[in-house]
């Protein structure tokens, strides 16, 4: 499979001359075999992805880990929706009062956004999930609940004995007094088991962290313990802050490597970047 990332900026959309490098848009991961699409995530990062969509696809499935504006703001802008022979499906969790149909309608209607969901001119199946299973094609899509404020779940897409794992918004550590703990004990665990490639939120640094515990996010410290503690092979951090430039998260990186014992195939995910797994 092969898989490009185009957008893994975390809470607000932030272009500027500064932040060229890794990218100013939110989260959108395309995954591609054959002539499956699936789309993690349908943050602003959606709408270039749409642009360079090849003309032939023509079956859509948007992932959604939850509905936080930086995961869906994008999903308006993406072209296909206006186009009568695409059919796009779309998986997510439900809120707690509201369905999920319910809550995409919240945003596809005035004063939010122009068009409602119900004139959306391309064929929009919308499937609700919560600890799930279920096929795309020849992948295998598991979902489960972890630990995010409001019904969020993180992604697991297995091909054949290929794993990609895909957890932007997560902080395992929460209400831990000894991270990482035992592996049943920890949210996402099932989600990034031996996964090839684990996206995974790494907002912040150990003191940004500690003064913003509960507001969902991870430190890069916890996500290379969660991805040490998962055995995954390889560490993408996504979810930068919207603050940080690029040479402050080049630092970050630099850092964290100078002051660890890593052992760990990790990177800071950028906008552009594409993995091909077997
Ligand atoms: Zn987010
Ligand atoms: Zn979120």
């Known amino acids: 499979m092969k898989v490009i990332i185009w957008g893994c900026r975390g ?26 699409c699936i789309i993690l995530d349908g943050g602003s990062g959606i709408q270039r992805l749409g642009e360079n969509l090849k003309p032939e696809t023509l079956e859509i499935n948007i992932l959604l880990t939850h509905l936080h504006l930086d995961h869906i703001m994008g999903l308006g802008y993406f072209k296909p929706f206006y186009n009568p022979k695409c059919t796009i499906n779309i998986w997510g969790p439900s809120g707690t009062s509201k369905s999920l149909i319910v809550r995409l309608t919240r945003y596809f209607s005035p004063p939010f956004f122009p068009v409602r969901f119900k004139e959306l001119p391309a064929p929009v199946n919308v499937m609700e999930i919560n600890n799930s299973s279920f096929k795309i094609d020849d992948f295998t899509v598991r979902s489960e609940y972890i630990c995010h404020p409001g019904p969020t779940v993180g992604f697991r897409l297995e091909l054949d004995k290929t ?22 004990w920890s949210s996402g665990y099932n989600i990034a088991k031996e996964a090839d490639l684990l996206f995974h939120d790494g907002q912040y640094t150990n003191a940004q962290y500690g003064r913003r515990i509960g507001w969902g996010h991870s430190s890069i410290e916890q996500a290379v313990k969660f991805a040490k503690l998962s055995k995954v092979k390889k560490l993408v951090i996504v979810h930068h802050d919207p603050a940080n430039t690029d040479s402050q998260l080049k630092e970050m990186f630099q850092d964290f490597n100078q002051n660890n014992t890593v052992n760990l195939d990790w990177i800071m995910g950028r906008e552009n970047a594409v993995f091909q797994l077997a």
């Open 163 to 184: 794993v990609l794992a895909y957890i932007p918004d997560h902080e395992p550590a929460l209400g831990s007094a000894h991270f990482p703990d035992l592996e049943q």
């Open 11 to 36: 809470s607000l959309p932030s272009p500027g001359l500064e932040k060229n490098y890794f990218g100013g848009n939110t989260a959108c991961v395309q995954v591609e075999h054959k002539k499956t």
